[in-house]
């Protein structure tokens, strides 16, 4: 088995494994091996409390990001994190 990457016709990139002696060509028809499906992440949700974070820490404009070198990415971190490894989780369950 050999692992092949394609992109599909929404622009996502794939790989899949297929046998050693298929070609590039039958990545879809084989063994997907990708990370989980971030669409089933409740993408309302994480935009509601990423706005809420951003006000709470008062990072409401362009000089306020920049004066708070990490505040923007410890906020997505804050608010994506926990989210995409449950969805990890729940999926090896």
Known sequence: MRLVRWYDEDGYLRQS????????????????????????????????????????????????VQSQQNGVSSAIQSVLKRRIVALYRAVEE
Do not use: A, K
Request: aromatic share 6%; hydrophobic share 35%; no cysteine.
């Open 17 to 64: 494994y297929v046998r050693d002696q298929d070609l590039d060509s039958m990545g879809p028809g084989g063994m997907p091996h990708e990370p989980p499906d971030l669409r089933q992440l409740d993408w309302d949700e994480i935009v509601r409390e990423l706005h809420n974070l951003l006000v709470e820490r008062n990072l409401i404009t362009w000089n306020d």
